[in-house]
C-alpha cells in the first residue's frame, strides 16, 4: 500500500494534520501526533485526552476523513514533500496503553486514496516543476 520510501518519510515526521466532519457538515483540522500501524496497515493517531476530543467524536457521525504530513526541506532551491491520505476512520478506545499522557483511545485511518508528492528519494534529484504526484486508490 504503501512505498518504502513514504514509509520512512511518515517515521521522520512528528506531526500530521487530521480533517475530520463535524456533526454540522463543517470541516475541522488538527494538527495531531500519529504513527503507522503495520499490522493493520494504518495511520494510527494518539494523544492526550483523545477520546473527549471533538475530532474523536466527529468520527462518530461522519467517518471519512483526510490525512496530510508534508513539509519543506530547502527553500533554496525550494522542495516541498507531501504526503495525502484519504480514507476511513474508527474511534476507538480500548486500543491504546495508557501512560499517564495519553489515554486509551486511538483514531484508526484505513487509507484508501494516496496522493504522494515528492517523497520518493529520486524527486528530491528533480527540479521541483518536474515531479510528478503519485495518486493511486488502495
Known amino acids: 500500500m504503501f ?8 517515521a521522520a515526521q512528528p506531526l500530521g494534520r487530521l480533517a475530520t466532519q463535524q456533526p454540522n457538515g463543517t470541516l475541522q483540522v488538527n ?6 500501524n503495520p499490522d493493520e496497515k ?3 493517531i494518539t494523544g ?3 477520546r473527549k476530543s471533538k475530532k474523536f467524536r466527529n468520527i462518530a457521525t461522519h467517518d471519512k476523513v483526510a ?3 508534508d513539509d519543506v526541506p530547502s ?3 525550494w522542495r516541498v514533500r507531501c504526503l495525502e491520505i484519504r480514507g476511513r476512520a474508527e ?3 480500548g486500543a491504546n496503553v495508557p501512560d499517564g499522557h495519553l489515554d486509551d483511545a486511538v483514531i484508526r485511518i484505513h487509507p484508501g486514496r494516496i ?4 517523497v520518493e528519494d529520486g524527486d528530491q534529484d528533480r527540479d521541483p516543476l518536474e515531479l510528478e504526484p503519485n495518486f493511486r486508490d488502495v
Open 3 to 10: 512505498t518504502e520510501a513514504e514509509l520512512a518519510y511518515l
Open 31 to 36: 494538527p495531531v501526533a500519529f504513527h503507522y
Open 42 to 44: 494504518t495511520i494510527d
Open 48 to 50: 492526550y485526552n483523545l
Open 67 to 69: 490525512f496530510v504530513v
Open 75 to 77: 527553500t533554496n532551491p
Open 91 to 93: 474511534a476507538l478506545t
Open 115 to 118: 496522493l504522494a508528492m515528492g
